[in-house]
């Protein structure tokens, strides 16, 4: 673990935390999930803090947009990886011949359960600086003027600069009543063969969701 902490420009003074980070939950009961619920926060509190003195000039949306960006699975995978936090996952017999280490989803908890048990060894300042640091090249190249747009717009755009017709979305079921209904909406791509249901406490924002989802697909393959 010693490469990983000098790549992480941090030594812990409780190796276990680092330990107990990288423990996915198919080994035992003692995994890193609290620990991924305590970095998933610190880190959007950080982002969300970055972007708001960087752009003074848009709302609350756009930041939230921004911010879902740069704190989205597909991101965090990719840093873990420059980490190579791949390396030092514990993991469940299952997931090991399953590929569980190269898999975005574990990758991405697996890094913000990292980020979480620094906060836990040291404090907000010390994970913001080593958090800014890894982020540094994302926050200046990200282009706000395209992501700013909502998610159903870009996919809808993309979609016709590749000449595919547009997507189809449906209401599929309602769940509760008034103030706690839960809508579940589908988003299909006929020529892609793509189709993804999403849930949410309105319409609109299970149709972004939706389109959410599939653009990060697109951008995958």
């Known amino acids: 673990m010693d490469k990983l902490q000098k790549n992480l420009g941090y030594k812990f003074s409780d ?24 970095g998933d926060s610190v880190l959007g509190c950080i982002i969300s803090e970055e972007l708001y003195k960087l752009h003074s000039d848009i ?10 960006h740069l704190v989205r699975g597909k991101t965090l995978a990719n840093l873990a990886k420059k980490l190579n936090i791949s390396e030092n996952l514990t993991l469940g017999q299952g997931e090991l011949k399953s590929g569980g280490f190269r898999r ?13 048990a620094i906060f836990r060894d040291s404090d907000y300042l010390t994970v913001k600086k080593i958090t800014l640091v890894l982020f540094n090249d994302l926050i ?22 590749k000449g595919f017709s547009l997507p189809k979305y449906e209401l599929l079921n309602t769940k509760g009543k008034d103030h ?11 020529e892609l063969k793509i189709m993804v249901e999403k849930n949410a406490k309105s319409i609109k924002r299970a149709e972004q969701a939706c389109a959410q989802s599939i653009l990060e697909e697109i951008s995958a393959l």
């Open 15 to 38: 190796i276990s935390l680092l330990q107990k980070a990288l423990t996915h939950r198919s080994v035992s009961k003692n995994n890193n999930e609290r620990l991924e619920f305590l």
């Open 59 to 68: 709302d609350e949306g756009q930041l939230s947009r921004l911010r879902s």
């Open 104 to 116: 975005e989803s574990i990758l991405a908890d697996a890094f913000e359960a990292i980020l979480g």
């Open 140 to 161: 200046n190249e990200v282009k706000p003027e395209d992501l700013l747009k909502d998610f159903k717009t870009q996919l809808q755009e993309l979609l016709q600069k």
């Open 180 to 190: 706690n209904a839960v809508f579940y909406v589908s988003c299909h791509i006929e």
